[in-house]
Every structure is written in structure tokens, then in C-alpha cells.
């Protein structure tokens, strides 16, 4: 079950779609892509399959979406919708922020100033395609929580490899085998979608679980 709420923001109206959990431990807000919506492949599958673990997840669609644009509005206008929905959740359990490709950029740049227990950062785009010489690396470097990135092996915005040894502090890296930047896998690859999907449900638990909510309960 889901449940839809409207927010307003400073650039128009926003979508929260809860799935909540019945005995949370921690709550994910996380927002989507410059060229796409919360209908995204991964998006969807944390939103079905976490809360029965113990955590909320909450999809946010920016007002640019909800307006009919097909594409995002300048980066500053995504932190200022973030940081509305973040406003309108009043979660009483650890938040962790995030989102795909632009979101998880927004998420970045927002979390410390959201008072986020952590970050989740799905298909980063470390640099715009086929430029490695932009780098985008200080935006997780300077998030200042603890941060879990999920690239596909193939993402052409920024493939593992691309990624520093070592990581930015608070920062862990997951791979999903085969994957672009959407999170899709080949017929022919190493997993199949499904199996790309669970890797992407399960690496996010566990991080949640180990560097989030047991952080709470050591504090």
C-alpha cells in the first residue's frame, strides 16, 4: 500500500508517494533523475521490497516533472524541492537522503544541511558522458555523511573504475554487474534485471542497517 501526498514548493507543487513501514528503523527519501521520473526501475524496487524490511521509503517527483517538462530545471531548484519534502516528512527515525543520477547529486549536495543520518547516491554521475575531465567527485566528497554509491559496471557517466582508491571518507562503493546508467542489464549479461535489482534492494539494506540505523542505536 501507498499513499500520495502534494507538497508545495518555492518552484511548484511536488509529489511525496509513501510506502511505509510498520515498525521503521529508518526512513529513505529519495528523488529521481534530470530525464526521468519515480517510476524509475530501481527506484521502484526499493519502494516494494524495503519497508517489509523495517524501512520507510518515500519517492519524490519534483515539481519540474509534475509540470510536464521533460527535462529538470537548474541543480539549485532540485535541492530546494529536496529540501521541501524533507520539511514536509518530519521523520522521527534516521532520514537518509537520496536518489538517481541527479537526485543522487541533489542528495549530496543536501544531506548534511538536511540533518540526514546518510546518503544513498543510485548511478552517481560522476561527469557528463564522455567528458571524465569534469569530474563532479567533490559533491560526495563533501556530502558529510556516511554515503553508499551504487554504479552499474557500464554506466557511461562514471564507471567504477573511474571512481578514486581510495574513496572520498564515509564513503562505500557496490557495483551492479553488466548495469548502465539506468540500471539495465543485457539479456545477455552476468545477472539477469530482476537479480540486478535484488543486488541493488540487499547492498542498500545491509549498508542501512550496518551504518545507519545501528549508528542510531550506538548513539
Known amino acids: ?5 502534494l507538497i508545495p514548493t518555492d518552484y511548484g507543487e511536488g509529489r511525496l508517494v ?27 524496487a526499493l519502494a516494494k521490497h524495503l519497508p517489509g524490511q523495517g524501512i520507510n521509503v518515500v519517492r519524490f517527483e519534483q515539481p519540474w516533472r509534475r509540470a510536464g517538462r521533460k527535462v529538470a530545471t537548474p541543480p539549485p531548484t532540485l535541492d530546494v524541492g529536496l529540501r521541501a519534502a524533507a520539511d514536509a516528512l518530519r521523520v522521527r527515525t534516521p532520514l537518509v537522503v537520496g536518489g538517481r543520477s541527479a537526485g543522487a547529486r541533489s542528495a549530496a549536495r543536501s ?16 561527469h557528463p558522458p564522455g567528458k571524465p575531465e569534469k569530474s563532479r567527485l567533490d559533491e560526495l566528497a563533501n556530502a558529510g555523511v556516511p554515503t553508499l554509491v551504487l554504479q552499474g559496471e557500464r554506466d557511461t557517466m562514471g564507471r567504477p ?11 562505500d562503493l557496490a557495483v551492479v554487474p553488466g548495469a548502465d ?3 539495465a542489464v543485457p539479456k545477455s549479461g552476468p545477472v539477469s534485471q530482476d537479480d540486478a535489482m535484488s543486488i541493488v534492494v540487499e547492498c542498500t539494506l545491509e549498508w542501512i542497517v550496518r551504518e545507519i540505523a545501528g549508528n542510531a542505536v550506538r548513539r
Open 111 to 126: 544531506a548534511k544541511q538536511l540533518g540526514a543520518s546518510g546518503c544513498l547516491a543510485l548511478s552517481f554521475p560522476l
Open 18 to 44: 509513501m510506502h511505509r513501514a510498520r515498525r521503521p528503523i529508518a526512513t529513505l527519501l529519495l528523488s529521481h533523475g534530470a530525464g526521468g521520473g519515480i517510476e524509475a526501475r530501481d527506484l521502484v
Open 1 to 5: 500500500m501507498s499513499e500520495e501526498r
Open 181 to 183: 546508467h539506468g540500471l
Open 161 to 171: 573504475e573511474e571512481f578514486p582508491d581510495p574513496l572520498p571518507d564515509q564513503t
